[in-house]
C-alpha cells in the first residue's frame, strides 16, 4: 500500500477499535488527518468535545487558534497532517491515562511511518513525553531536536492560551518560526547520512538541537 492508503486503512482500524475503555464512551473516532506527503505532522493529545462530534481533530475553540497560528506561519491546514497521541475522547476531557497511550501508540507510529514527516510538532505534554521523555515543556519549547530520522518541535498546546493568556504571545513567537526551522530541517536531512536511521526516542542530552 501506498501511504494514503495505509493512512485510509489506519482510519478504519481506528473507528472500530477496542483495545481500551475509551471505545466505550466514544461518538466518533478521530484518527487525524492531513496529506500523506506532508512535510510536518502535528500531533497533540486527544479529542474533546467538538472532535468526538465530528470525528476530525482540532475543530473547537483550540482548533481555531490552531489555525490562526498555522496562517501566522504561512501555512494552511490542508498543508499539514494533524491528529493527537490517543484517537478517541477521554472523558470529560482528562488527560490520556498510561494503557490508553499504549493502546494507540501503534496506530501513531504507523501514522507517522506512512507520512515520513521531515517534522514533528508536538501540542502538549502528553505528545512531547513520546519523542522527548522526562523533559520539561518550558524547557524545549520551540526548539527543534533530532529524533532518530526527523527533527521534534515542542509546542505548547493551543488550549494552552484559551485558559491561561500568558502563554499565548509565547505560542505565537515559537509558530512564527516554523517557517524557518522547516527549512532548517530540509537542508540537514538531505545531506545527513542518518537520515535512514530508524525513529527512536532519543536522551535529551544526546539530541541535537537548533
Not at 508536538?122 to 505534554?125: E, F, H, I, K, S
Not at 525513529?199 to 536522551?203: Q, R, S
Given at each position: 500500500m501506498n501511504a494514503e492508503e495505509t493512512l485510509k486503512q489506519i482510519a478504519q482500524e481506528v473507528a472500530v477499535c477496542t483495545?481500551?475503555?475509551l471505545h466505550f464512551s466514544?461518538?466518533?473516532a478521530v484518527p487525524g488527518e492531513g496529506p500523506a506527503n506532508a512535510e510536518i505532522m502535528f500531533i497533540g493529545e486527544g479529542p474533546g468535545f467538538y472532535e468526538n462530534e465530528q470525528g476530525r481533530p482540532f475543530v473547537g475553540a483550540a482548533g481555531r487558534f490552531l489555525d490562526e497560528l498555522?496562517?501566522?506561519a504561512g501555512l494552511k491546514r490542508s498543508e499539514v497532517w494533524i491528529g493527537n497521541v490517543v484517537k478517541c475522547r477521554p472523558p470529560g476531557n482528562r488527560d490520556p491515562q498510561p494503557?490508553?497511550?499504549a493502546a494507540c501508540d501503534e496506530y501513531l507510529e504507523r501514522?507517522?511511518?506512512a507520512i515520513d514527516p521531515k517534522i514533528i510538532v508536538?501540542?502538549?505534554?502528553f505528545s512531547m513525553a513520546k519523542f522527548m521523555p522526562g523533559v520539561k515543556i518550558s524547557q524545549v519549547h520551540g526548539q527543534m531536536r533530532r529524533v532518530g530520522k526527523r527533527f521534534v518541535i515542542a509546542m505548547y498546546h493551543p488550549a494552552a492560551a484559551l485558559h491561561q493568556p500568558k502563554y499565548k504571545p509565547q505560542i505565537m513567537a515559537d509558530f512564527a518560526r516554523l517557517p524557518e526551522l522547516l527549512e532548517k530541517a530540509r537542508a540537514e536531512l538531505s545531506r545527513s547520512p542518518s537520515a535512514q536511521e530508524p525513529?527512536?526516542?532519543?536522551?535529551p542530552q544526546q539530541l541535537s538541537l537548533f
Open positions: 483495545r481500551c475503555d466514544r461518538k466518533n498555522l496562517a501566522q494503557d490508553e497511550l501514522q507517522i511511518q508536538t501540542l502538549g505534554r525513529d527512536e526516542p532519543a536522551e
